[in-house]
């Protein structure tokens, strides 16, 4: 594949950690052709914070889905942390999915008879780390997260808030490139949201790049970057500070 062109960046000299070129996903519908996404464009660079935004239908999860490696494009370019993802095949895509991007959605996907300790473990017995280092490492993923006390709770025992952060914990107990989140706040109240949002937050800081598909404005107030989907293109690339205060006057006019 040709070098990539980038589109916006998230500062001068940042390394790139997501770069697509025209990067297209069609879907046959019986004998018409649905073209999900069309043409998109975009870098996103290491340690950003960035949100997805677009109403149903707008193409933010079709861009979820080809940047995490969850699907293949029908079209363009997509290079992860310098790899060209096009050229690779099941196997390999699913090694990247494992240790390269961690996965957050909006339902937890925990199971229900397992310790939250044991939850946030389980990616690690494909990462070839040795089963006597596991507890520690999945016990240090949910100190991050703020549950070391809740390790033996199991799901049951535990708040939409609580459960979604050991969903939170076993994301990153793999130590990934990229935290996906898909809609992570759509199945909480709006105090216990903002608590999951302002963890993305502290992540970030950290070091952690972050991207988030919402469509809720509060949520994407906390990004630092906020990129618009309709009709399957990309039709904004924000500030995050500047989308948040527009949205905030948009709310107050319809008021």
Do not use: W
């Not at 052709?33 to 933010?60: E, H, N, Q, Y």
């Not at 520690?136 to 709770?153: I, K, M, P, Q, S």
């Not at 952060?165 to 809609?183: C, K, M, S, T």
């Amino acid at each position: 594949m040709q070098s990539l062109t980038p589109g916006r960046s998230d500062g001068p000299g940042a390394a790139m950690l997501i770069e697509t070129e025209g990067l297209g996903r069609d879907y046959a519908m019986g004998i018409h052709t649905v073209r999900a996404l069309d043409g998109v464009t975009v870098a996103i660079a290491a340690g950003a914070f960035v949100a997805v935004m677009g109403p149903s239908g707008s193409g933010k999860s079709t861009f979820m889905n080809l940047i995490g490696c969850l699907d293949t494009p029908s079209r363009g370019g997509y290079r992860l942390d310098g790899v060209d993802v096009g050229r690779l095949d099941g196997d390999a895509l699913a090694e990247i999915r494992g240790r390269r991007i961690g996965f957050v959605f909006q339902s937890f996907n925990l199971l229900a008879r397992t310790s939250a300790l044991d939850n946030v473990a389980m990616p690690l017995q494909y990462s070839g780390l040795p089963r006597r280092e596991r507890p520690a490492r999945a016990a240090a993923a949910l100190a991050a997260v703020g549950l070391a006390d809740r390790a033996r709770h199991h799901p049951s025992q535990l708040s939409g808030g609580q459960q979604q952060r050991v969903a939170i914990a076993r994301a990153l107990v793999n130590r990934p490139a990229l935290i996906l989140a898909d809609e992570p706040t759509g199945a909480l109240d709006t105090r216990t949201g903002a608590e999951i949002m302002q963890l993305f937050a502290r992540l970030n800081r950290d070091g952690m790049t972050v991207v988030v598909v919402t469509h809720e404005e509060e949520v994407a107030a906390y990004a630092r970057r906020v990129l618009r989907f309709r009709d399957g293109a990309l039709v904004a690339d924000e500030d995050g500070a500047a989308a948040a205060a527009a949205g905030a006057a948009g709310a107050e006019a319809a008021a």
